[in-house]
């Protein structure tokens, strides 16, 4: 309802502007011939323009995404409101053919509703109202709203998914608990030594389904605001900070150790700082578990920070797989963090999966007990952030998995470009 009224809205603006402007063209034009009759030389704005400039200046007063479209699709102009929702994406979502085809069949007066979904670079459910106005004599154009049903979809592709991905994943472990709660009831009742150790497994696997439901949930929660763009600005330092606090527990007691070299002046950058977080400890996770190898050897794990290009990530994975990519090419700045192990590396085959949700790659180190979701957020954040995650693994030396963010409005990097080193590889083994 509220997007309807929204709708009738700026269409009555825009007929009420179009009415008070075409007026002002008569004006203006009778103002024209009475300068022309008395010798005035001075011409007046053409009325095209004129009434343009002026639909404009009304249309921008309204608290809406509003775009103003030539008889061809094209844009004239984006108000604030559609800058403030849709950004770059406003071009693409013009290109897309469901509402182009619409805007060219319309005439004079008549209005269209359209559906649409953008893929890339990530997926938003677009809904479409155009109506074509005439501004003058054999002059027209096309006001378009623009509405984000993206949240909507998100919500119902959400519980789609977490039923399905929660009936399958949870299958496993609930079947282990029915069998051992069937054991402790029958053969083991007046056994203490087999009801502790049935005991044990069972919490394991309870703790299994609790680890698989809390990710399922940050899943959910990352792909609701995966098409808003990030307003805050964060520190690199500060992000080091709580990466080093956070992982501490990881870290503790363990066979793992981590090394950061940051330095010292490197510029904030555009982003939400508690997911920035959260991807790097999601790949400081994924270094102590995967890092090590049957010997269960000590885990060394690399925290780099670098200001650099796109381009210059090339050179650091080489033949790895690219997820993400960030529109605008290769010569926008940004931040990018290196997360390295010295463990026993990814064989190629496995890399171009390993975002997808609940792919594993198995073997024989028992810390291996991942559900699979890690890398599918660090994804769909990347993705929020209009970044890149690059991956570079050798089989026997280790992984390196690269996030970079860019820089964003009003972000203001160092005037000197800095390149990032590409001498930077996995740690040797220290053993």
Known sequence: MSAIVAENIVAGMGVLAAAVLGWRMIASRRAATMSVATGDSVRAVPPSADVLSRMIETLDLVPAAVLVLDAGGRILHAGPGAWELFGDSLGAIMRHPAPLSAVLELRDGERVEVDMMLDVPIRRAVRGQFRRISIGAGQSV????????????????????????ASHELRT???????????????AADDPQAQQRFLGVMAGQAARMQRLLDRLLMLSRVQMIEHRKPRGTVSPAAIVSRVRDEAAPLLDGGPASLIVDLPADLPDFAG??????????????????YGSDERDRAVTIGLRVRQTVPAALMGVVGAGKIQGAAPGGGVRQGIAFTVTDNGPGIEARHLPRLTERFYRVEGNSPRRTGTGLGLAIVKHIIDRHEGRLTVDSTVGKGTAFTVWFPFGDGVSPKRHETVMDTSFPPPADPG
Do not use: C, H
């Open 142 to 165: 096309v006001l378009a709203t623009l509405q984000d049903g993206s949240e909507r979809d998100a919500l119902e592709r959400m519980r789609t998914d977490f039923v399905a991905y």
């Open 173 to 187: 472990p609930l079947a282990a608990l029915t069998g051992f709660i069937e054991t402790l009831r029958g053969p």
């Open 272 to 289: 939400d700082a508690d997911q920035v977080v959260q991807v790097l400890l999601n790949l400081i996770e994924n270094a102590i578990k």
